[in-house]
């Protein structure tokens, strides 16, 4: 066998195959490790800077098992703290979201305000002169916290690299995103927070996967062929690229509306002239091609190891841990243009529910198959490897190859490789 | 003129839609729906008088998408619920809220369970209905169920009808 081999992932390069072991699915010693190289290294999402809108709003979230408090000081600054107090450990703040100037822990009542400074302190005349101005009673801010075109990311390593760096050539499709309106980006209330029974790596994969539609979303397209100009004449077409880092992009041509800017005969004669003219701004804004793409092109966007920003028929941020190495808690968000129309607003939603929710017409098989996939792994003793050989070699590869997986397995490879014991043979 | 309904309709109307469901008569149960129902599931974290127009819902069905949701459900390429799972929904706590000229407005707990692949999912929270009597018989207008859970954990999906 010829070509780069680690211990999970195995390329032949004469039979044109990339295999990855289904060890990496089922080995809670791989989730360990992915903890300790990945997450705990890694940049990852945590937020988007419209669900803090104004100063002092704050929100708490989970992120690689740790309990984040995100919020704004009243300057507007975005900070982010471990959630625990540094007293005796208690979740300083236990409300999802809100607004607040100050945060006090319910169990002795030390205060700290959303600089993250100890404000308060009961019974201060007991403790050491310059305990509170020493800093050791203030929050522990989170290692590393930056933002790209209003994404906001944590990065637990105080040694990694910058934002910037990390990202790399995925930054102009992040920026791409928040061009879509002039007034900016938001997150549409209501999240969708899911579990799946399976391994993480295969919602990253199928996130990415433009193999799948026809056989596993058979009655989603039926469902747009049912109802009359749910579609039109633009067959799938488009490619995939690997963007460095473990980062990659599908971007294609869909026949499926998007509320900006594709229309389809479903919305009637009114949207088609009204998205005439949210293209034609667009163009003006943006120029021609930066405008065809955000009308006319869908991307399906990973960065590594777990943040899926998908814009098809609605824009969904998407990220998810596991909680075991057959578990996975999923967190989906919609994203849309501030101040959106109302019928944009609404087709756009319902275009999200119907796709991408776990109440939809397809979410509901793709949690099947990956689920089904997990269970296909008790047969590891015999049947040991995946196959992601799809479009291998080609110097283009099409959005329904596996170029984008393989760019994944390669950075995954890689970095777990790192792990003690783990640059050993599988 | 009022609408008529006593407790004792809304107990038989409610619990005979639970049957046709865990008997996957899904034709029967789409009948008990009036012609521009909706039925309705908002995300966990949105309040009760959340909208689905600029708000993010697991399920906001029209008409149209209802019956989409049951032909869907009816072909093996609903790979979901392929074979069927089993489903039980319990429903209790039946009170209705208000009687206006045309409708009435109905609440119920429920307790859903869903067992397949050796799995059992429990699926819990109210029900609200809007139920009206387009030509004497009584039909549902809209059903809201709101689920009493912290997101769907670990269920992963609500591909029954609740
Ligand atoms: S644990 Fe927070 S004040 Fe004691
Ligand atoms: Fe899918």
Redesign the pocket.
Known sequence: MSGTNGAYVRIDEDLKTFKVSRRAFVDPAVTDAEYREIFDKCWLYLGHESELDQPNDFLTRTVARRNILFARQADGEFRAYLNT??????S?CRERSGSAKSFQ??????VFGNDGRLKHL?GEDSYGENFRESGGGDLTPVPKLDNCAGFWFVCFDPDGPSLDDYLGAAMPYIELLSLHSKHGMEIVGGTQEYAIRSNWKLLTENSVDGYHAESTHATYLDYLMNVSGGLIKQPLVGRAFDLGNGHAVLEYKAPWGRTIAQWIPMWGEEVKAQLEDVKAELVERLGPDKADRIAHYNRNLLIFPNLIVNDIMAITVRTYYPDAPDFMNVNAWALAPRREVDWARQYRLYNFLEFLGPGGFATPDDVEAMEKCQMGYRNLKEARWNDISKGIGKAEPSFDDEAQMRAFWTEWQSRISRADGFGLAA | MTFRLTRDEAEEFVFAEAEFLDDWDLEAWLDLFADDAVYNVPSTDLDKSAKAADNLFYIADDRTRLEERVTRLKKKTAHAEFPRSKTRHLVSNVRIRKIDDESATVTAAFATFRSKDGVTDTYIGSTRYKLVRPNGALKIAEKWCFLDMEGLRPQGRISILL
């Open positions: 107090c540094p007293h005796r450990g208690a300083v822990c319910m169990y002795h009542g030390w009961p």
